[in-house]
């Protein structure tokens, strides 16, 4: 029986031919969920066009209709998304099923150091006051009220130590910048820096100017930094969150923001996306919010691509699969 894989039609017409190569000559076929074929599929590469806009918490039914064919198809074995989460409700059951999951996990890395660090720096220049300085046309020099600290020498705690975090460590050495790594596990870093596991977390916190998120969500990570955690920071530290929202207790930053104990934050991943038109983010001056776009770039598709491609060649010879996710 051929190799039955499910793709999205943008993707069979794009990709076949890199995919019939890739098989060197193994029987296959290519199916969209729309056919009944899609029931025998062994395989499924969710492409970034599958999602869409789709959140996790709000999908739309053209992205319903390639979950729901995964979900029916018994056959089932491998699942490549293009994403490094696999927090998605859909992924969490294939997996429970016994169905491979692996990850497209440092295919946007630079990218997303790179939107985590903008951020920092841009909170740390004080871009969003300066911004609605410029949209009032008013002069309005950061020398008429106390200086922004230097963020030369100050310490970021980057929690989470896979290729994004590792790559924001590099980008923020470069700039000046201290770093604490909280990670899985207490290993020390390579790099040598100070490290801990995420439940020892506290004792890096009172000396963070600027905590970084940038770890998966699983057990250990949800809610991982609460109201208590965040009181733990000195006064006038900054949060970026590039990991999921439910890492970050949303509540208890705004008050820390409204408090005046955090100085602001720059977030693109909320507790739940899309952000509610009446969440307090959306106008507090101190906050940057972007819509989950920290890892968009044009080279990602093709990233993802050679990764699937590459898993794919793996899977038909027999071999194990790159970057496999761990069991639900």
């Given at each position: 029986m051929p190799l039955c894989i499910l793709v999205s039609e943008a993707a069979r017409a794009s990709h076949g031919g890199a995919i019939a190569h890739a098989l060197a000559g193994c029987p296959h076929t290519l199916v969209t969920p729309d056919e009944?074929?899609?029931?025998?599929?062994?395989?499924?590469?969710?492409?970034?066009?599958?999602?869409?806009?789709?959140?996790?918490?709000?999908?739309?039914?053209?992205?319903?209709?390639?979950?729901?064919?995964?979900?029916a198809s018994r056959r089932l074995r491998w699942v490549q998304v293009h994403s490094a989460g696999i927090d998605?409700?859909?992924?969490?059951?294939?997996?429970?099923?016994g169905v491979m999951l692996s990850?497209?996990?440092?295919?946007?890395?630079?990218?997303?150091?790179?939107?985590?660090?903008?951020?920092?720096?841009?909170l740390g220049r004080r871009f969003p006051e300066l911004i609605a300085a410029q949209r009032r046309g008013e002069w309005s020099p950061l020398i008429r009220r106390p200086l922004p600290p230097d963020i030369d020498g100050q310490t970021a705690t980057i929690?989470?130590?896979?290729?994004?975090?590792?790559?924001?460590?590099?980008?923020?050495?470069?700039?000046?910048?201290?770093i604490q790594v909280v990670r899985s596990s207490d290993a020390p870093t390579d790099q040598g820096f100070a490290s801990c596991a995420y439940e020892d977390i506290a004792r890096m916190l009172p000396r963070t100017d600027w905590l970084v998120l940038a770890c998966p969500l699983t057990s250990r990570t949800e809610q991982l930094i609460d109201g208590a955690a965040l009181r733990a920071l000195?006064?006038?530290a900054g949060v970026i969150n590039v990991a999921r929202g439910a890492v970050l207790d949303e509540d208890a930053l705004i008050a820390a923001l409204e408090s005046g104990h955090l100085s602001g934050a720059y977030l693109d991943v909320f507790t739940h996306e899309p952000l509610a038109p009446e969440s307090a983010l959306w106008a507090m001056p101190q906050v940057l919010a972007t819509p989950h776009s920290a890892g968009f770039s044009a080279g990602?598709?093709?990233?993802?691509?050679?990764?699937?491609?590459d898993n794919l060649r793996r899977y038909a010879q027999g071999q194990t699969l790159a970057r496999l996710a761990r069991a639900a």
């Open positions: 009944d074929a899609a029931l025998d599929a062994e395989i499924a590469f969710v492409s970034r066009d599958v999602t869409g806009l789709s959140t996790k918490h709000e999908v739309f039914p053209e992205t319903q209709r390639f979950y729901d064919a995964m979900a998605r409700a859909i992924y969490v059951q294939l997996q429970q099923r990850t497209s996990a440092g295919s946007n890395a630079e990218v997303v150091a790179q939107t985590a660090v903008a951020g920092l720096l841009a929690v989470g130590w896979g290729e994004i975090g590792q790559a924001i460590g590099r980008i923020l050495t470069a700039v000046g910048l201290h000195p006064r006038g990602n598709a093709e990233r993802v691509v050679k990764i699937f491609l």
